[in-house]
């Protein structure tokens, strides 16, 4: 018999959960986005559990009373800390799990970001990831002089553009380049520092860094595109994927379709973690956990639960919400927009039914069930090649993190699909993932 | 007799200290800049001595072997960590001491800002500040897509335009936005969250803000700009000014310029604090600090003394080190360079004495002497009217703090012009300064 597959698993903690009503639920402190003590437990517990990193998903757009009705979200999901500045902050206090937050290539720097993920790297030996994203609301845009998001070819050839240079300031002083020398007076070995001098379409970026070379090498790169530059870019670059695919079958065919692309990279297939979120309603009981699920869908205000569908299809606040859900007449996204009409058309669903299924999960794959039921579903999913692990979603934090410790970590563990203890000190090494070598060298040595 | 007044406190803690060559120091670990444990000691040090905050300056630009021999700075002020994410990680290990760092307003945009620094607010329960400068050289330009740094007026358009938008953004949520009101599920009153709807010559920003309003209101605004514009920024908005004066005379007319400049924007003359710089190398006697002071001096390399005149002046490699400071050929900010060849005039310097000056403070005010001198001066510039307090900058780190908190601290307790305990929790309160009113409090009972 052979042992079964390790699972990495990342733990999603952004505002109170990913639920729309989570801090209407009766454990929830609804003030808790905005402390430091809420995430300090959550980082803390998630790395009790041996889990590989925490996660803050991110995106800054916030629609106020100017905007249609059916727009404004009066939820906890408009309130929270900033994400670079508060994994900083977790690494002072946590020394195993990884951190990893998004920054978006569209409206960032790419000097900016090398940097501060640099720095987060050394200042938590070796914990550091950043998940590559671009940023596709209008709400956003607005915050940062323009009126309209970017097209999705100009945003993604940016993208692709930002990561290189990103990678290359990461490059600037080899590992060895520091000398330290005291009695000569040399403090760094000039020949070892490099101005990366990169002069692109989008960018221009003479370097080098003002930090030496990160515990980790680089700090991994996280990706969750589906479209096709988005592959690409996690292809060539990314260590980790939060793929999104719903079903057992579009993950399978998604799995099969990056890993395959890899190869021309020089990649192998293990180098990539591809990781799709899931949140999870778990109770000891089939009933206990539908319960726990219908509490929270019952807590969604109509007014809130348009909002959820705002983002893609446009204001549906003047249908009726026990209706059927109309073609969109200004869809805000239309490819999403599409996607959820084709999703209601199919499962014959209500304006109701149809942001509860977004509201519940944040438009992420749902799982209900028992322990038993949940780890079931996990190894179908990783013994199919449609997934290395998992990027937990909670409904509700921190009640969901811990009802799974609790309730679907032993279940896990018995069957010997996940660790005990950390394998290493860095995220890299806890992922099972090689240390990159720094492109410039040897370069001396065949010049 | 009155009693006397007490003065501010604040340390400048980047790099490995403020002497050229303080890495070369017997007590300094070289690779220090690079550890949290190495900031980490500092704070918990500065907060145990009741400081009111550490400072990290910043810049980014650092030049390469395809730069002139004489451009070349090969001393540890190369190497450190990132401002932000470093007073993050030092937020969660601390608990009253202010964590304030440099931002340019040149090559960030204005949402990002605010965001952070709101978010650093509350991480460390009111004690972020932010030091608000304008980037000048062409060395950090080039990593920004630029090949030149932007024109003097230019950018001190764009930063006070830049302050106004971040000040608006922290305005965003009133107090009592957020409601939290389980029962109706309405979770913040929507007609207190403002859209601030920027739109100028240089940003174009609509907000809100995604994080609530911060412990201290807003963060603090520290400033430490000479000139006319830096000045009437100043004047505006800040909480704290660095100023950089290096005699009595100059610092006097400074502290009266400024303070003159406050009744026009409606505020008194205490809500702003001056805290010049001061680089201090005490002894138990002038012989013993006259020694730590030709010590460090006697450590700095030709090659890298001159590096720290090119920065102003350009390359002097060519020159005799033992001869006089000749009238710079390309000097690279002229009206530095003015003034650093006026000063080598008027005091007779050779080129290794201009830049042991430099080297010695980062061109700051340096003093040498007993715990006595040191204090005799700080307590004249106070009663003259010169400064409100003292921004530290020691020369080497962390040795240069331990030696203030034992030699220099009791003189100034002696005096009872420092505190023995903190006011209060937050940095605002720590300074003596009161919270700002949010704009758009009373504004819909008026309307």
Redesign the interface.
Known sequence: MSSPKQISLGLSMRYLGYHA?A??HPSAD??AA???SHY?YIAQTAEAAKMDMVFLADG?G?R???EPPGA?C???Q?????P???L??????TSHIGLVSTASTT???P??IA??W???D??SGGRAGWNIVTSWSD?EA??????KHMDYDLRYERAAEFVEVVKGLWDS?EEDA?L?D?AS????D??K???LNHDGKH??????????RTPQGRPILVQAGAAEQGLEIAARSADVVYAAPLDLESAKAYYANLKGRLAKYGRSRDSLKIMPGVTIFVGRTREEAREKFDLLNS?V?PQ?GLSYLYGQMGDLSAYPIDGPVPEPENPVVKSMAKNLLALARRENLTIRQLYTTIAAGFGGRILVGTPKDIVDDMQAWVEADAADGFNLCPPVLPLGLDEFVELVLPELRARGMFRTEYAGQTLRENLGLTQPVNRYVGEAAVA
Chains 1, 2 share one sequence.
């Open positions: 009503a801090w209407r609804p003030d905005s402390k430091f300090r800054i916030l106020t009373k100017d404004l009066r939820s906890h408009t309130l929270e800390l900033e670079l500045t508060l900083s902050a977790l690494s002072a206090v409206y960032n720097e000097y900016h940097r501060k640099a720095s987060l050394h200042l709400a607005r915050n940062f002089n323009r009126d002083w520091p330290f005291k007076g040399i403090f760094f000039q020949s520092l490099h101005a960018f221009k970026v003479k370097g080098p860094l003002t930090i030496k807590l205000e809130l």
